[in-house]
């Protein structure tokens, strides 16, 4: 099973900035993705990130709000930009190996 | 569209007493269904099923997958306060690596 670290664990962040998430893999992954889990909601997929070429984006999401980085296939960054309160949510990588879903500890944030 | 769908939204049992948790699914190309607990942010994962009919445990826990009617149910017995959770249900997409999930069922076991 794979191993995958996750940080910030939480942030409070002020509308208009940015954040970086960023996740570690313990083993080479071809594919991570990352997910949002908004208040009382499930789990949306907001992109699949691929080493060597751009991440694929989900519908509703787009690349100049949530740029995402993958430098080798063990790291991840997902960045959430001019961020507004309506961003305040739960984001978590995830790995999948052997069709099973791995998951970060995931990201609480808060925008204030 | 792919869709997952669980049912109840929410729950509230006592302590001792038996759960029943439902998935439904309408997908193209299904490869698996897996239920996660979430607890606090990160799921855990439970179970994968890809048969219909073979039931899988684990403890107090048990899920069976039927493929004919696109549902699966998660049933846990004698309730522990610790069994509080959103129980999140999941289609494995084959071809594409991409789960869709259910909106969860929310548990709470009172003491």
């Known amino acids: 099973s794979a191993v995958i670290s996750q940080k910030p664990s939480r942030d409070i962040c002020q509308r208009g900035t940015s954040l970086t998430i960023q996740c570690q893999v313990d083993s080479q992954v071809t594919m991570m993705f990352w997910y949002r889990q908004q208040p009382g909601q499930s789990l949306t997929l907001i992109a699949t990130a691929n080493q060597g070429s751009e991440a694929t984006y989900e519908s509703g999401f787009v690349i100049d709000k949530f740029p995402i980085s993958r430098p080798n296939l063990t790291f991840s960054t997902l960045t959430v930009s001019n961020m507004s309160p309506e961003d305040s949510s739960i984001y978590l990588c995830s790995v999948s190996q052997d069709t099973e879903a791995f998951f970060g500890q995931g990201t609480r944030l808060t925008v204030v | 569209e792919d869709k997952v769908v669980q049912s109840p939204l929410s729950l509230v049992v006592h302590e001792g007493d038996t759960v029943t948790l439902n998935c439904s699914y309408e997908?193209?190309?299904?490869?698996?269904l897996l239920w996660y607990k979430q607890e606090k942010k990160a799921p855990t994962f439970l179970f994968m099923l890809?048969?219909?009919?073979i039931e899988k445990k684990s403890g107090r826990l048990s899920s069976i997958l039927d493929k004919k009617e696109l549902f699966s149910i998660l049933n846990i017995t004698a309730t522990q306060t610790g069994d509080s959770a959103v129980y999140l249900c999941a289609v494995d997409l084959k071809g594409t690596y991409k789960y869709i999930f259910g909106t969860g069922t929310r548990l709470k076991v009172l003491a």
């Open positions: 997908v193209t190309n299904f490869r698996s």
């Open positions: 890809t048969s219909s009919g």
